[in-house]
């Protein structure tokens, strides 16, 4: 079961903005969600617009109170939940629909008490959004989890964000961490210092997606008038130091650069008029100024001074080379939220600093290949508008196949209405060809070498798998992997004697194997790559082939190659596997069970068990028996095979397979 999430959305007098931050809640990708909306003694239409809401939004609940401030709505709507974990919406502000996703899989994932994003969206009516990014450690690909100093690190960066993170429920309420509801100004500052002094598991995550409103009438962070309630959240701050915490020199550094960013955001001063006025003028400084150490105070010096320097194109440019390419977090991740949530950040990085196009042209197969990319709206927002304005002419010259692959997603994307001017030539056409399935192109379907592909996609993707479900309903199934586990153990008679049994390419129907593995074949099911089908002389007594559609793009012989088999009549079916990929957390899985769940989730079945499953194996190797496969001892990377295996294991004991 998914974990509960808890959305807090403080409401004062925010009638022209607050529905679009509850609908940008409601179309998130992670559904298990309630909403609290907190009316803190709104004097406009604000509490109208919440009732008018609820009736058509279940998961929403809003508590109404007089005015007493953003720290009393905040923590009575916490105090109301109910979710395990929680996290914060300004109502001024909003998310893009893929905010939540990234961060619970990490705080599930990694036990954290707190999981921060590295970045947000600063937006002004009228201008081009910008990326602020603030404290990270750097590691794009995990493990994101702070250590002690890097806790302490971002202590002394001043960071706070109290919006930009997910909170443990457990973890606030173990240590009593709660908003201060008398001070009406900079509540969070002291709640993130609360935080980052008790929490134990930090961690730090590349993404976010939180768009932050910066021209609202009424904000005031900036307002001199406001610098006297800084100090007073700087004494509330410093009257919680512990004199035993270890943390307590990096927590100064906190409580100075409060002290200092404040100040210069309404009076320009420097650090060492902090120092030599503000310090030692306050009581909470005159007993604790000796207590931050020397690192904490150069690091704290550094950061300010590192505020002053605005960074070159040339020193953007090389900064984003040193961000891992996409290709190589698609296979080191094998994760797809964490995944996706770096591929955002880095599209929004190269975005936000108008780099050329060279830099990012040259990796973006990977991200044109992953299945329903788009449906993360800022990465097709992102994507878009980086590519929609490059001269494709020109781009033909620079990287030829990823320029295709591009024309073909903003066709699918509706950006360009006509792909057929693109291709002038034969050598153009057969490079689109194999890419003809990433979207339906009707301009396309009249030309003669188009014709045959269309038919075969139309039949592959809707009439054939119709039929397939069709077989398969009420019949008793048998799912047979390729591990060699079941050699020796004679279960060849059990198999041979299923309605259907469906088997895999890179299998060996040998006679020396009939004992254990049986001979019937009903269904014979490929992989991607399709290296090994070639192998197998025994396709032909399937009724069906299929295959995951779990890329966007296949080269042109492997569609050649299963057009021949339509054409002797072997039925060809893709059937959709996104949602399960979604599901699981995963750029890939195994073929043996992307189909076992697939039957599981369509299919009317009588019974269905499975044998030949070793998934575990693989961590030491693909350990494919059937003699000639290419695959065979390879260590695949892209799977997170004791996670694959793990995964089985559950379906087996939740006895919704039969493990024979």
């Known amino acids: 079961m998914t974990k509960k999430i808890s959305v807090i959305i403080p409401c004062y007098n925010v009638e022209p903005y607050v529905e679009r ?31 008018k809401l609820r009736k058509k939004i279940s998961n929403i609940k809003i508590i109404s109170q007089k005015n007493r401030g953003y ?38 994932g990694s036990c954290s008490d707190v999981v921060f994003y590295n970045s947000y969206f600063e937006v002004r009516t009228g201008f081009r959004y910008k990326l602020i990014n603030q404290y990270f450690h750097g590691r794009y690909l995990g493990p994101y989890q702070l250590s002690e100093t890097e806790i302490e690190q971002r202590l002394v960066s001043g960071a706070v964000g109290i919006c930009f993170a997910l909170y443990d429920r457990k973890f606030l309420t173990t240590y009593k961490i709660k908003l201060n509801t008398t001070i009406r100004a900079y509540e969070d500052d002291i709640f993130i210092f609360k935080v980052m002094m008790l929490a134990r598991k930090v961690s730090i995550i590349p993404g976010g997606g939180y768009f932050y409103s910066r021209d609202i009438p009424g904000q005031s962070v900036t307002s001199p008038e406001r610098f006297e309630s800084i100090i007073r959240v700087v004494e509330e701050m410093g009257s919680c130091l512990n004199e035993g915490c270890p ?49 904490c105070y150069d690091h704290l010096k550094d950061i300010l001074k590192l505020k002053e320097i605005r960074p070159t194109v ?25 995944f996706l949530s770096f591929a955002k950040w880095k599209l929004a990085y190269f975005y936000d600093n108008q780099l050329p196009i060279l830099h990012f042209f040259s990796e973006l197969s990977t991200l044109l290949n992953v299945v329903g990319f788009t449906e993360v709206k800022l990465i097709r927002e992102l994507f878009l508008k980086i590519i929609s304005k490059e001269d494709f002419k020109y781009l033909e010259k620079i990287h030829k196949l990823n320029a295709y692959n591009t024309l073909c997603i903003l066709r699918n994307e509706n950006a360009i209405s006509n792909i057929l001017p693109y291709f002038d030539n034969n050598s153009q056409k057969e490079i689109v060809r194999k890419f003809l399935f990433s979207g339906t192109f009707p301009e396309l379907q009249h030309v003669n070498e188009f014709k045959e592909y269309f038919h075969f996609f139309r039949q592959a993707f809707k009439t054939n798998l119709e039929q397939l479900h069709a077989f398969l309903s009420n019949k008793n199934i048998m799912v047979v992997g390729n591990s060699p586990c079941e050699i020796g153990k004679e279960k060849g008679h059990l198999i041979d004697n ?46 069906f082939i299929i295959t995951p559609f779990c890329n966007n793009f296949n080269e042109v012989y492997r569609i050649n190659y299963l057009m021949m088999f339509q054409r ?87 006895k919704r397979i039969n493990h024979v």
């Open 71 to 108: 720290g009393s709505a905040v923590q009575n709507g916490i105090d109301a939940s109910q979710g395990e974990y929680i996290i914060i919406l300004e109502p001024d502000d909003y998310w893009d629909n893929f905010y939540l996703e990234p961060l619970v899989c990490e705080a599930v």
């Open 498 to 543: 299923s309605d259907v049994v469906l088997r895999f390419n890179n299998y060996s129907l040998s006679s020396e194997y009939s004992r254990d593995y049986g001979t019937k074949m009903d269904c014979w099911a490929i992989t991607p790559a399709l290296q090994t089908i070639k192998y197998n002389s025994y396709v032909g007594a399937s009724k």
């Open 314 to 338: 040339l020193e953007v440019a090389d900064g984003y080379k040193k961000i891992p390419p996409l290709h190589v977090a698609y296979t080191q991740q094998n994760e797809r939220i964490p």
């Open 568 to 654: 002797v009549g072997i039925k060809v079916v893709y059937f959709p596997v996104n949602d399960i990929l979604w599901k699981y957390n995963l750029n890939t899985m195994s073929l043996g069970l992307l189909t076992v769940i697939y039957i599981l989730q369509h299919i009317n079945y009588n019974s269905l068990s499975i044998c030949g499953f070793n998934l575990s194996d693989q961590l030491r190797g693909v350990s494919h028996y059937f003699s000639g496969d290419p695959s065979e001892g390879k260590k695949v990377i892209v799977h997170a095979w004791m996670k694959e295996a793990l995964i089985l294991n559950s379906l087996i004991d939740q």
């Open 247 to 295: 943390r307590t020199p990096a927590l100064v550094g906190y409580i100075l650069t409060h002290l200092q960013t404040y100040f210069w955001k309404t009076k320009g001063a420097s650090l060492e008029l902090i120092n030599s006025v503000i310090v030692e003028k306050t009581k909470t400084f005159s007993q604790l100024k000796g207590k931050i150490s020397r690192r």
């Open 21 to 51: 931050a509850i609908n940008s809640v409601v179309n998130q990708t992670y559904k298990n969600i309630e909403i609290i909306a907190v009316d803190d003694g709104s004097t406009d239409d604000t509490l109208s617009i919440l009732k």
